[in-house]
């Protein structure tokens, strides 16, 4: 049995895919601390999401704290500022994607249900919208969103940090575009 030694940075070797990227975007809405934007840039990075938009009231780089989290992830994930998500996800639906919200509403599906998995192999470009810590994504993004996906909760609180709640759905749609 070979020896198991923690590697240092300096010994990983990039992924086969590490530069392709997913047709996935995120989209930042009104998340108002620093050091989870920093986070969603270290998530996009390492998971290959194509693009990051940070919006409303989400801070952008050049950020101490952005920078302190994102350990210069930031240098690499292509993002862009937008003002107003409302119109940024009118213009990427025109284009084409298909618009996902993170969200526990009436009408969200669990993100492992077959029926979310179908959705994921109808090869278009797809968008998952994060919304604000405290209040979530707004009835407007929702009602602007194709699906509103949610992640099952298994003890008392009905929710997670932003961060953590992208990570996983991240993770889920990865594995299932590969």
Known sequence: MSENVQLTHSDHQ???????????SLIANDINSPLNVGSLFRLCD???????????????????????TSRSSEKYVTYESH????????????SGSTILSLEI?????????????T???QNKPICLI???????????????????IHIPMMGNNSSMNVVSA????????????V
């Open 14 to 24: 990039l992924s086969k895919l590490s530069n392709n990227k997913f047709p996935l």
């Open 119 to 121: 959705l994921l192999k």
């Open 130 to 148: 994060l919304g604000s810590e405290n209040s979530g994504v707004s009835e407007a993004l929702l009602s602007l969103s194709d699906i509103t």
């Open 83 to 94: 003002a107003s998500a409302e119109t940024l996800v009118t213009s990427l639906k025109q």
């Open 105 to 117: 509403s009436s009408a969200s599906i669990d993100i492992g249900s077959p029926e979310f998995r």
């Open 46 to 68: 390492a998971l290959g999401v194509k693009k990051l938009y940070l919006c409303g009231d989400t801070p952008v780089p050049p950020n101490s704290k952005i920078n302190k």
């Open 166 to 177: 992208a990570s996983i759905a991240c993770f889920e749609i990865t594995k299932n575009l």
